[in-house]
């Protein structure tokens, strides 16, 4: 029953990490009325893992992974025989349209990708794309939120500003990345 106690050290140690020092003034009995909660401990280790990601980590890394995890999901990949085949298909079809239209020879030469290749060469584009959509969300969060924060309370909203930048640049990067790997299925 030890382990279920919520005054225990490793749950102390819990709240400590994820809120950082504020865990000491925590009113534990504010937990109880989440009894019906069920929360599971691998999803509660899962969300403070990402919570601490979004403010260490690389928000890049963040959408390279679930766009890969979608694109990956079949375990589809090219063999030898059907890159062959479709460099050879590549050339046939050269041919026929440089001699049908006045369009230029491309500047390299065509080359067949499985969707988390194609991820992983478009990746740069897109950042150069969305990063300025990212940075104006996070943007967007912190004046909302200083807009609403009672000017006592100022202060406290400017700490929380790189926690909040943080929390937006990994919601972007997860959903970006969901679109991405997803673009990547009808792409490829």
């Given at each position: 029953m030890a382990?279920?106690?919520p005054n225990s050290d490793d749950f102390m140690q819990f709240l400590r990490r994820m809120l950082g020092g504020s865990a000491e003034d925590f009113d534990l009995s504010a937990l109880q009325g989440?009894?019906?909660l069920n929360l599971d401990p691998a999803m509660m280790q899962q969300m403070m893992h990402q919570m601490q990601n979004a403010m260490s980590g690389d928000p890049w890394e963040t959408t390279l992974r679930q766009a890969l995890h979608i694109a990956n999901r079949d375990g589809l990949?090219?063999?030898a025989g059907s890159r062959s085949s479709i460099a050879d298909a590549f050339a046939l079809?050269?041919?026929w349209v440089g001699e049908a239209t006045t369009i230029s020879e491309l500047g390299s030469a065509p080359r067949a990708l499985t969707r988390g290749e194609w991820v992983?060469?478009?990746l740069p584009i897109w950042k150069e794309v969305a990063a300025p959509v990212s940075t104006s969300i996070a943007d967007a969060l912190m004046s909302a939120l200083e807009g609403q924060?009672?000017?006592d309370m100022q202060g406290m909203v400017q700490g929380a500003g790189r926690l909040m930048r943080g929390i937006g640049s990994s919601v972007?990067?997860?959903q970006f990345g969901h679109v991405l790997g997803n673009l990547s299925l009808e792409v490829v």
């Amino acid at each position: 029953m030890a382990e279920n106690d919520p005054n225990s050290d490793d749950f102390m140690q819990f709240l400590r990490r994820m809120l950082g020092g504020s865990a000491e003034d925590f009113d534990l009995s504010a937990l109880q009325g989440m009894e019906g909660l069920n929360l599971d401990p691998a999803m509660m280790q899962q969300m403070m893992h990402q919570m601490q990601n979004a403010m260490s980590g690389d928000p890049w890394e963040t959408t390279l992974r679930q766009a890969l995890h979608i694109a990956n999901r079949d375990g589809l990949g090219i063999d030898a025989g059907s890159r062959s085949s479709i460099a050879d298909a590549f050339a046939l079809a050269d041919l026929w349209v440089g001699e049908a239209t006045t369009i230029s020879e491309l500047g390299s030469a065509p080359r067949a990708l499985t969707r988390g290749e194609w991820v992983e060469q478009t990746l740069p584009i897109w950042k150069e794309v969305a990063a300025p959509v990212s940075t104006s969300i996070a943007d967007a969060l912190m004046s909302a939120l200083e807009g609403q924060t009672p000017e006592d309370m100022q202060g406290m909203v400017q700490g929380a500003g790189r926690l909040m930048r943080g929390i937006g640049s990994s919601v972007f990067a997860m959903q970006f990345g969901h679109v991405l790997g997803n673009l990547s299925l009808e792409v490829v």
